[in-house]
């Protein structure tokens, strides 16, 4: 059970290693969609687009992280970024 912080340090570290391990990026995927409350929007950001550069293959989780995105990244303000 990762926190936003955890969570979005993982996914950073893969992806500065390249690292592409396909069921490491669907657990991280799907703990991502049930924490969705608990992440914050720059976390969610940024583990969706190390996902992204990973090669996260699965359509239906691809789908259901485009679904929360929009709502979660109306959280962000601009001086998160």
Do not use: Y
């Not at 950001?45 to 990244?73: C, M």
Request: charge should be positive; include cysteine; glycine fraction near 2%.
């Amino acid at each position: 059970q990762f926190q936003s912080h955890a969570l979005m340090s993982l996914m950073w570290c893969m992806k500065r290693l390249k690292w592409r391990d396909s069921e490491l990026n669907r657990m991280a995927a799907n703990h991502t969609l049930e924490a969705i409350e608990q992440l914050r929007p720059t976390d969610f950001i940024k583990v969706t687009n190390a996902l992204a550069q990973l090669g996260l293959q699965d359509p239906g989780l691809k789908a259901a992280l485009s679904r929360v995105a929009v709502e979660k990244l109306e959280e962000a303000t601009a001086q998160q970024f």
